[in-house]
Each structure stands twice: as C-alpha cells, then as structure tokens.
C-alpha cells in the first residue's frame, strides 16, 4: 500500500545528544514537510522540500536539520541545540509546487528527551 | 500573515446531536482548504478538499462547507467513533500549508 513510513514511533533522547527520525513515501510525492507537534498548538513547520537536493527552513527551524538526497526520503535529525525537543514530529508529502494538493501524514514519532 | 482559526476549542455532544465545527482563514490565494481527523497518538488523516466558496463535500456523516472567509465541517447524527480532534489547514500560492489548532470532539454514548 502507497503510504508514508515513520520511524521510529518512540523514541527517548539524553540530554546532548543528536537524533535522527526517518520518513520513507512510497506516493511518488516530489514535496515532502517535518511538522513538530505540541499540546494546544496547531502544527507548526520545521523544514520541507519541494524537491530532491533542495529544502528551506520553515518557522522554527532552528535546532533541526534535514537532508534530500532521494525522493523517497526525508530523514529529520534533532541537534543538541534543540533547547526543547520533547514533542511528537509527524512527516507529510504532498504531490508537489505546480500541483494543489492535499498533505498526507505518517503515524508520528514521539520523541522524548530524559 | 495567513492565518487559521478555529471553533470551538472543544465539543461534547450526545450521541445524534447535530452541530458544526468552524474554521475561519485569511489566506492571500487560497488554492485548497483541507478537513482532517486526528486521533490520539497518530496522524492526521485526510478528510475532504475544497477548492472555491460554495464547494460542499460529504462523507458518511460528515460534510465540509467553504465561503470566501470560513469552512464548516458539519456533524449529522455523530457517534462515539467519530470523537477526535478535526483539523483545518490552508494551502497558499507558494504551497506553503497553515493549519489551525483543532476542535477536539466528544461524542458521548
């Protein structure tokens, strides 16, 4: 089934230390976006890329960095400069900049910092 | 700025209630309004599209409204499987998405 992959769903970090969360499509999306998730907030952007080898920052980027060196994949990984980190992060793609089109989200990885 | 808004915060209803959640937006170029449903620990999930005000889209209970300022997403005879959160998001020309902070729904046996 065409769907957008999250790993991992838990994840627990140490203070310091960098992690990286995957997202894997399989929709043949060319856009593909990291949103961070906290209570009470709306979803606020992180980075997106519209296309392979290309991404910008989003609103609060800031402690997060991306890399897009295939279609299907747009790994996130959180740096120890991330002063708050502990947040559920969801991957979403959508069909591209020339095209409206609506976003589909994986299942979310909860990343919490101990 | 583009902005989202949306109404109520929360809603409890009793199982068949009618009511409808809103969803207000100041968009420049609106090219699409999206409907999702959110449950607990998990994804959203895609609802509906609108694209121009007058646009109605349905789904089993559920139908989603569009003008020129604000979408309802109206809730015919819910039942406990449709609590959630229901979220609402614009699309601008950059495809650049915004969305608002949900109504979270309960509906009570």
């Known amino acids: 089934d065409g769907g957008i992959t999250q790993s991992p769903k838990y994840l627990f970090r140490k203070e310091g230390q960098n992690v990286t969360l995957s997202c894997e499509q399989n929709?043949?999306?060319?856009?593909m976006y990291w949103y961070r998730q906290d209570p009470g907030q709306g979803l606020r952007l992180i980075y997106y890329?519209?296309?392979?080898?290309?991404?910008q920052k989003g609103d609060i980027a800031e402690g997060y960095s991306v890399s897009r060196e295939k279609k299907e994949s747009f790994p996130l990984t959180v740096t120890s400069a991330q002063k708050n980190p502990t947040a559920f992060y969801l991957c979403?793609?959508?069909?591209?900049?020339?095209?409206?089109?609506?976003?589909?989200f994986g299942e979310g990885s909860r990343l919490t910092v101990l | 700025e583009d902005q989202v808004t949306q109404s109520p915060e929360a809603l409890r209803l009793q199982e068949g209630e009618s009511s409808s959640l809103n969803c207000s937006y100041t968009?420049?170029?609106?090219?699409?309004l999206f409907w999702y449903r959110q449950d607990p620990g998990k994804g959203p999930e895609f609802l509906f599209t609108?694209?121009?005000a007058g646009e109605e889209k349905e789904k089993e209970r559920l139908k989603a409204t569009l003008t020129k300022k604000e979408s309802f997403l109206h809730i015919t005879a819910p039942k406990p499987e449709d609590s959630a959160t229901y979220l609402c998001?614009?699309?601008?020309?950059?495809?650049?998405?915004?969305f608002g902070t949900g109504t979270s729904l309960t509906v009570i046996p």
């Open positions: 968009v420049s170029g609106l090219r699409g």
């Open positions: 929709l043949n999306h060319d856009a």
């Open positions: 998001a614009v699309q601008d020309p950059g495809n650049q998405f915004y």
């Open positions: 890329s519209q296309i392979v080898n290309d991404f």
């Open positions: 979403a793609s959508s069909i591209g900049r020339r095209n409206t089109g609506e976003l589909f």
């Open positions: 609108l694209y121009s």
